[in-house]
C-alpha cells in the first residue's frame, strides 16, 4: 500500500471517530440540558443533579477539546487486533474507533521498541492538521521485513532506533515555540510513559536535566492519575509551580486533555485571602525555610497557654482583684490542651474553665460578705452596696417557701453572664490565654519567641544555646515590619495549623452564610408565581446550600484545609523544608511527583541529595532520572557540560536526540554591548520565539524601545520578551540572548547562569562588554555578531 493510499484509510477512519463525536457531544449537551432543568426536592437529590452535570461536563470538556488530536496513532498487534490511539476514548456501539492514551491497552504506543516489541508488528503515528490527515509514520517492531514501509523521509525500519516514532517527534521538537507549553501525548517517550504509568503511592523523583521533558512528564502523569485513580479524581490534583509566569505557561496542557479537577498555585497561593507578598532575599529565604521555626513556633504558642499558671494570675472584677491560684490555671490549661491540640480551640474551652473557676470564686466572696455584714462589719459594706448594685440575688436572704436552690442557681449564671461580658475580665483572660490570628501569631513569634534557649537535650539538664544568632533574630524580628515575603508563608500556614478555626468564628461565619441563603431564598420566592406557599424560605435556602455548586479548583482553593489526591511539584530542588511541610499537610498519603535538578538549585539551601531535600516530608522517596535531552540540540548540550559537571560531579552525560549544527555562541571584550544586544535583536535567526536574558531588563528594554524594537518583559506570547533571571526558569524558547553572564553569576549564583544558558531550543547567545571571566568550556564560538 502506497503513502497516499494509507493516509486515505487513516483519513476514512478519522472522519468515522470525529463523526462519533459530533454526534456525541450533542447527546451529552441534551441530557446536561435535561439534568439542569430537572427538580431537586431534596438535597439527595440536589447532590445526585449536581454530580450528573459535571460528570457530562467533564466528558464534554475533553471531547470539545480532543478535536484537533482526535487520531494520532495506531497499533496494530501480532494478534491481527488494529487499536486506533487518542486523547479520549470513542465507541461506536461496541466496537472502540478511538481508545483513551491512558488506558492499558495503549501503553504499548510509548513503551515498545524494536528490541522489545510488546507483541505490535506496526506502531504508525498520524499527524494531523484540524480533521485532515497529513502523514503517517510507521516504526515496524517486529514480523516483519520492513517491505511494507511508507515512504515518508522519518520512518524508521526494525532496530534503527529507540526513540519512539522519531520523525513526528523530531517534528514536534523543531516546530517554533508560541509561549505556552502543549500537550505531547502524540510524541511522549519510553523512559516518559514509564513514569506516567508509575505506581500513585508515595513519593516519586523525577531528577532530569534542562531539556529532558520533567515538566511535560509532571503534567502528563496529573492527567493518567486523572484518569486511573477514582480518588484523584474526587480529590484533585495540585500542581505547584515556581511563580505565576511558569503557571500561564503550562496553564493550556492539561484543559488540552480534557481535564479540570486540577489545581495550579504558588506556594504562597495556597494560604487564601493573604494578599500580595514580596520575594524574601537570600538571608531571609534561609532563615524563614529552616524547619525548627516549627518546633519553635509550637514551644511559643504553647507558653502563651496559662501565661501565668507559675505566679497566679490576677483578674479585676467590680474593684475588687480575685487571685486565680497557680495549680487553678495549670488545671484549667492542662485540661484544655487534651481537649484539642488547636491553640484558639483549646481556648475557648481553657475560657469556660477558667469562668467556672472565677464565678465560684467571686459568689464565695459576696457571700462571705453578706456573712460579715451580718455579723456587723462596717468596713466591708462599700463592697455590699456594689454587689446589691448588680441586683445578685446571691446576696439576698431566703424568702421561707422558695426554692432556694433554684434561685442560688439562677443567681449563679446570671453572675456569670456578667463575668463572660464584662470587658476587663475579657482582658484579663485574653491576656492569660490570647486568640490569636495566624499574623497576629507570627508577628509575636519572630518578635518575642526567638531569644529563649533551647531546651535541654536529651539525657542532660543544660539547655542548648539558642539555634539563632542574635543578628539573625534581629533580621527576623524586622521581617515582619516590611510586610510579608515569599518567605514567611509557610509560618504563617503553620501558625494557621496550629491555632486551628476557633469554633465560635466557624459558627458566626455559618450563621452569616444562613442569613444570606434566606435573604437570597425570599426574594427567589417572591420572584416566583406559586411557589409562595409551597415550599419556606428556610426550607429553601436549607436545600441550596446542601451542595457546593462551585468547581473543584475553586472550592481547594479556597479551603486551606482542603487535602488532594495528589500533589505535583515543579522546579522542586527550591522548596525549603518549611515548604515541604506546607505540602505534606495538603496530602497526608504523601502521594506526590517532585521533579526537578538539583545542579539547577538557586535557593540557599545545604543540602545536596533529594532524600535530605524531602526529609520534611517523613517518606522514603522513589527516584527515577530522566537522561534524553529533547529540547536542546547536542551543540548547546554539549557548551553547557562543563558548568553542570561543576554544579553537580555526580550527573550523567545527557544524549541530546537532535542536532543543529550551530554551536552556541559568546560575545565579550572590547564591544558595544548596546550595539550586539540590539544587532541580535534585529538579526533574522528564522522563525520561532526570541528571549534576552539579563541581570538588567529595564536595561535592555529601554535600549530596545530606543531603536524601535517592540517586546515583552511579561508577556510570554510576544516574539521577543525580556525577562530577569529568575522569572526564566522552566521556559524554553527557541533564540536566547543572555547578558552579562559574569553578573548573572555574582548576582544570582552559579546555577541560575546554568538555569539561564539552557533555555533555548535552537541557538543560543552570550553577550558581556569586556572578558567573561568565566571559563565556560570548550564549546563555544567566539567573535562579534556578523
Not at 487499536?83 to 491497552?105: K, S, T
Not at 534542562?210 to 484533585?236: D, F, I, M, N, Q
Not at 504558588?266 to 529552616?290: F, K, N, S, V
Not at 524601545?705 to 518583559?713: K, T, V
Request: hydrophobic residues 40%; aromatic residues 4%; glycine residues 8%.
Amino acid at each position: 500500500m502506497t503513502a497516499a493510499e494509507q493516509i486515505a484509510a487513516e483519513q476514512h477512519h478519522l472522519d468515522r471517530a470525529h463523526r462519533r463525536r459530533d454526534a456525541e457531544l450533542a447527546e451529552l449537551e441534551q441530557r446536561r440540558t435535561a439534568a439542569l432543568a430537572r427538580d431537586a426536592r431534596s438535597a439527595t437529590d440536589l447532590d445526585e443533579r449536581d454530580a450528573e452535570v459535571r460528570r457530562l461536563g467533564a466528558r464534554l470538556t475533553a471531547l470539545m477539546h480532543a478535536e484537533s488530536t482526535l487520531c494520532f496513532g495506531r497499533l496494530d498487534r501480532e494478534d491481527g487486533l488494529r487499536v486506533h490511539i487518542g486523547p479520549v476514548g470513542l465507541r461506536d456501539g461496541d466496537e472502540r474507533l478511538v481508545i483513551d492514551w491512558r488506558a492499558p491497552a495503549a501503553a504499548a504506543f510509548y513503551a515498545a521498541t524494536a528490541r522489545s516489541p510488546q507483541g505490535l508488528l506496526r506502531r504508525r503515528h498520524i499527524t494531523l492538521e484540524g480533521r485532515r490527515v497529513i502523514r503517517v509514520d510507521d516504526d515496524l517492531l517486529g514480523g516483519t521485513d520492513g517491505s511494507e514501509r511508507p515512504g515518508g523521509d522519518a520512518a524508521a525500519g526494525a532496530g534503527e532506533s529507540e526513540l519512539v516514532g522519531e520523525g513526528a517527534l523530531l517534528r514536534a521538537l523543531g516546530s517554533s515555540r508560541d509561549g505556552r507549553m502543549h500537550q505531547a501525548v502524540a510524541t511522549l517517550q519510553a523512559e516518559q510513559d514509564a513514569i506516567i504509568r508509575a505506581p500513585r503511592r508515595g513519593t516519586l523523583v523525577v531528577q532530569g536535566a534542562p531539556g529532558t521533558g520533567k515538566t511535560v512528564v509532571a503534567l502528563h502523569r496529573a492527567a493518567y492519575l486523572l484518569y486511573s485513580a477514582l480518588e484523584v479524581v474526587r480529590r484533585g490534583v495540585l500542581i505547584i509551580g515556581p511563580n505565576s509566569r511558569f503557571l500561564g505557561y503550562i496553564g493550556d496542557v492539561l484543559p488540552a486533555l480534557g481535564e479540570t479537577n486540577v489545581v495550579t498555585s504558588t506556594i504562597e497561593g495556597l494560604l487564601p485571602d493573604l494578599g500580595p507578598t514580596r520575594p524574601a532575599d537570600r538571608t531571609l529565604q534561609r532563615l524563614l525555610g529552616d524547619e525548627a521555626l516549627a518546633g519553635a513556633l509550637d514551644a511559643f504558642l504553647t507558653g502563651l497557654q496559662g501565661a501565668s499558671a507559675a505566679t497566679g494570675h490576677p483578674v479585676r472584677w467590680d474593684g475588687e482583684e480575685h487571685l486565680l491560684d497557680p495549680e487553678v490555671v495549670a488545671r484549667c490549661a492542662d485540661r484544655a490542651q487534651k481537649h484539642s491540640r488547636h491553640h484558639n480551640i483549646a481556648r475557648e474551652h481553657f475560657r469556660e474553665l477558667i469562668l467556672e473557676e472565677l464565678t465560684d470564686r467571686v459568689a464565695a466572696a459576696d457571700a462571705a460578705m453578706l456573712e460579715d455584714v451580718e455579723e456587723g462589719f462596717e468596713d466591708v459594706l462599700r463592697g455590699v452596696d456594689a454587689a446589691l448594685d448588680r441586683g445578685s440575688d446571691a446576696l439576698m436572704p431566703v424568702q421561707e417557701g422558695r426554692d432556694a436552690e433554684a434561685e442560688q442557681a439562677l443567681a449563679r449564671r446570671q453572675l456569670r453572664t456578667e463575668l463572660e461580658a464584662d470587658a476587663s475580665v475579657t482582658a484579663d483572660l485574653e491576656e492569660l490565654w490570647p486568640h490569636l490570628s495566624p499574623e497576629e501569631a507570627v508577628t509575636r513569634f519572630l518578635r518575642e519567641g526567638l531569644d529563649r534557649d533551647a531546651p535541654p537535650r536529651p539525657g542532660t539538664a543544660e539547655p542548648t544555646a539558642p539555634r539563632w544568632s542574635a543578628d539573625e533574630r534581629a533580621q527576623l524580628a524586622a521581617s515582619v515590619e516590611a510586610g510579608w515575603t515569599d518567605a514567611h508563608v509557610p509560618l504563617l500556614d503553620e501558625a494557621a495549623e496550629l491555632l486551628g478555626l476557633d469554633e465560635s468564628e466557624e459558627r458566626e461565619a455559618a450563621a452569616r452564610a444562613q442569613s444570606r441563603e434566606i435573604a437570597h431564598a425570599q426574594r427567589v420566592i417572591a420572584a416566583t408565581p406559586g411557589l409562595a406557599g409551597l415550599v419556606s424560605a428556610e426550607d429553601l435556602a436549607e436545600r441550596s446550600a446542601a451542595t457546593d455548586s462551585r468547581d473543584l479548583a475553586t472550592r481547594a482553593l479556597a479551603d486551606r484545609s482542603w487535602t488532594y489526591g495528589h500533589i505535583i511539584v515543579d522546579e522542586a530542588q527550591e522548596l525549603t523544608p518549611m515548604q515541604w511541610r506546607m505540602l505534606a499537610r495538603r496530602c497526608p498519603t504523601r502521594s506526590l511527583t517532585v521533579v526537578g535538578d538539583i545542579a539547577q538549585t538557586a535557593a540557599p539551601l545545604e543540602t545536596a541529595t533529594w532524600a535530605d531535600r524531602l526529609s520534611a516530608l517523613r517518606t522514603e522517596p522513589r527516584l527515577t532520572e530522566l537522561t534524553i535531552c529533547y529540547r536542546s540540540p547536542r551543540e548547546l548540550v554539549e557548551a553547557v557540560a562543563p558548568l553542570l559537571h561543576e554544579l553537580r560531579p555526580d550527573a550523567r552525560e545527557i544524549d541530546a536526540v537532535r542536532s543543529t549544527g550551530r554551536p552556541a555562541h559568546l560575545v565579550d571584550g572590547a564591544i558595544d554591548e548596546e550595539e550586539q544586544v540590539i544587532s541580535w535583536a534585529r538579526s533574522a535567526l528564522g522563525a520561532g520565539q526570541r528571549a534576552i536574558i539579563t541581570p538588567e531588563p529595564s536595561w535592555v528594554l529601554e535600549a530596545l524601545a530606543g531603536q524601535g524594537i517592540a517586546a515583552s518583559d511579561d508577556d510570554l506570547r510576544e516574539s521577543l520578551v525580556v525577562l530577569p533571571v529568575p522569572a526564566a526558569k522552566g521556559l524554553e524558547f527557541d533564540h536566547v540572548l543572555v547578558h552579562a553572564p559574569d553578573r548573572i553569576e555574582a548576582e544570582h549564583g552559579t546555577a541560575m547562569l546554568y538555569v539561564a544558558l539552557t533555555r533555548a531550543t535552537s541557538t543560543l547567545v552570550a553577550v558581556q562588554q569586556g572578558s567573561v571571566q568565566r571559563d565556560l568550556g570548550p564549546g563555544w564560538e567566539r567573535g562579534p555578531l556578523a
